[in-house]
Structures are given as C-alpha cells and as structure tokens.
C-alpha cells in the first residue's frame, strides 16, 4: 500500500505562482511512476506531469510545458509540482497518484494509488 498527500493549493492571480507537494508513504518501491493530474468542476481529470522517480524522466501535457515543473526530493519521499505563469484555466483540483508503469500518455490507468486532491485557484 502507498498512501499519498497533498499540499500546497490555494488561490492566486493569473501570472503568479504556486508549488504543490506530495508526500508518499509506504511500499513506494512498488510505484517509481509519480504523477500530477487535475480535474475542473465538469471536465475530465487531466495528465499534466509526470516522473519516473528512478531516473529522473519527466513528461508534461502541452498545455503546462514550460511553466510547469515536476520535481522530487528521495530524502522526504516527496514529489514537487512547481506551477509558474498561472492562468485562469489552470484552476482545478490538483491530485497526485502513484503507480507502475511511466510514459505517455499521462493516463489515470498507469497508476493504482491517489492522493485526496488540493485545489488550486486561479483569479483574472
């Protein structure tokens, strides 16, 4: 078993910044694929990043490439989400998840455990 926990959401004007955290706990060998997704109030939940943790390898969603960052810390078993250049349509419930098997696509189906979401606001 992995369990997982956010933090680090709130609200902040378009163009600012924000760094998510997720600390895991566990069997964490079992899962070296991290992952960040997001869900808006009527959408589907969204791939935005994700780590194999062994390596190091990141992928993101076009829609967050370069003023998103996936990053970890093996010391704290925690993984970072550094959100920069915010935009309104960046707003959702940020979840992270763990499991198996990294790569594209960023599918909720590569990972088994899920944390309980942080939400992230972002104003005009």
């Known amino acids: 078993q992995v369990q997982l926990v956010e933090s680090g959401g709130g609200s902040v004007q378009a163009g600012g910044s924000l760094r998510l955290s997720c600390a895991a706990s566990g069997y964490t060998y079992s899962t070296p694929c991290m992952g960040w997704f997001r869900q808006a109030p009527g959408k589907s939940r969204e791939g935005v990043a994700a780590?194999?943790?062994?390596?190091?390898?990141?992928w993101y969603a076009d829609s967050v490439k370069g003023r998103f960052t996936i990053s970890q810390d093996t010391a704290k078993n925690t993984m970072y989400l550094q959100m920069n250049s915010l935009k309104p349509e960046d707003t959702a419930m940020y979840y992270c998840?763990?499991?198996?098997?990294?790569?594209?696509?960023?599918?909720?189906?590569?990972?088994?455990?899920w944390g309980q979401g942080t939400q992230v606001t972002v104003s005009a």
């Open positions: 998840a763990a499991g198996s098997s990294c790569g594209r696509p960023i599918a909720e189906y590569r990972y088994d455990y």
């Open positions: 780590m194999f943790r062994r390596s190091g390898s990141t």
